[in-house]
């Protein structure tokens, strides 16, 4: 594995932006959101989904930097 690919940004298909995304607005829909930011909730919620959905788990950092 790449030295990048185990930092920074998560690299993600086009249908792997979408789930992520649709994951986003599910969150913010269900007020994990209190400012500009997700909350621990809203985070641990993205992050469940997206491997549940998709079988990779995404970690905070590369939550953050998405």
Do not use: W
Not at 17 to 27: A, E, R
Not at 46 to 51: D, E, Q
């Amino acid at each position: 594995m790449k030295n990048s690919q185990l930092q920074g940004k998560a690299c993600l298909t086009r249908e792997m932006l979408h789930i992520f995304c649709d994951n986003c607005i599910k969150t913010i829909e269900k007020d994990m959101r209190p400012n500009m930011h997700f909350d621990k909730a809203g985070r641990e919620y993205i992050i469940s989904t997206f491997k549940d959905q998709v079988g990779n788990a995404l970690t905070k950092a590369k939550l953050k930097n998405k």
